[in-house]
C-alpha cells in the first residue's frame, strides 16, 4: 500500500512537471511527421519576375540593381555569383536567384512559423548544449510516467485486470508494422 | 508554485538566447584548421584531397529548408560552390545562414551522381542541383546534375556561421 502511494505521488508530480513540455513535444511531433508535406519550421513562398537586362557589374553592384527594381528598399546582405549568368541576392528574409544577363528571377521570401519554430527547435534538440541533458531527464521523466501508470489502479481496471490486455494491444501496433515493413 | 514558476522563468531565460542570433554561431565540431582550401582548388584536382580533412571558407548560398542537413558554400570570387553535407540532427543548419559568410570543415569525399550515399535521394537531388546551376533548382539544370559524371561533397564535421 505504501509502495502504490509512492507510485501515485510520482505519476502525479512528474506528470505535472512534464505536463507542458509533452502537448509541446506532442504538436511538433505531428508537425514533423509530415515534413515530405510542408516545411514545419518556415514559411516559404516563391514567386517569379523579370526586371529586364541587367547590367554588367560587380555582384554587390547587379544585386542592388535588381533589388531596386523590384523596390525592394534594404540593402541586400550579400551578393554572390554562384555559377555562370546566376547571381543570388541575399536579404534576411529572402533570397533572389537572378539569371543574367537577362534579369528573369525567382524570389524566395522565408518566415519563421510562428510557435512551431519554437517547439521544433526543442523537439528536434536543434539548439544541442544543455538542452540535450534536459530533453534525456525528460525522456527518462515519460519512462516513469509509464511505468508507474501501470500500477496507480488495482484490481479489475488494473494491470491485472483489462490493463494487461490494453498494454498487450499497444505493444501490437509498433510490432505489427515493423512486421509488415520488412 | 513559485519554485515552479521560477524553473519555468529561468528555463525560458535560457533557451531564449538559443532562439536569438545566429552569428559567429559554431556548429558541430566547429572549425579546427587554421588555413582553409580554396573550393575552386577543390574542384580542380579533387584526386588530390579525397579522403582527407579540408577547411574550406566562403558564403552560405544554399540551406537543406527542411533538416536543415546540407549547405552550399560558394567562393564567391570563383563562383564555385561545394555541399556541406552533415548527420541528419547532428548537426542543423538554419535557413537564416543563406547569404552569411562561413568556415566548415569536414572530410573531402566524392558520391554517386545519383547522390544516394547517404540514402537520401531527394535532398541529394536538391543539392546536387545546387552544386551544378549554383542554386537554380529548374528542372533542366536538375537533369543536367543528374547527368554529371561526379559530385563531390564535404562530409562536414562542423561550421562556423558568422
Known sequence: MRLRRLVVAVHRDVGYFFAGLTVLYAVSGVAVN?????NPSYRLQKTRHEVGLVADGTAAEQGREVARRLGIEAEPMSAVRVGPGLLKVFFEDRTLTVSLPGGELEDERRARRY???EVNFLHLNKGKGWWTWFADVYAIGL???ALTGLFIIPGRKGLSGRGKWLVAAGLLAPLLYLVLSR | ????L???VVTIIMVLPALAGEANKKYGAGVTLDSAVGISELLAAPDKFIGKRVRVDGVVTAVCAKRGCWMMLTDPDREQGIRIKVEDGVIVFPLEAMGRKASAEGVFEVVNPAGEKHGD???AKQAEGEQASGGYSCAEQEKAAKKASATYQIAGTGAILY
Not at chain 2, 508554485?1 to 515552479?4: C, H, K, L
Open chain 1, 34 to 38: 509530415h515534413m515530405a508535406d510542408w
Open chain 1, 115 to 117: 510557435f512551431l519554430y
Open chain 1, 143 to 145: 519512462a516513469a510516467l
Open chain 2, 1 to 4: 508554485m513559485r519554485r515552479v
Open chain 2, 6 to 8: 521560477s524553473l519555468l
Open chain 2, 121 to 123: 535521394a531527394e535532398h
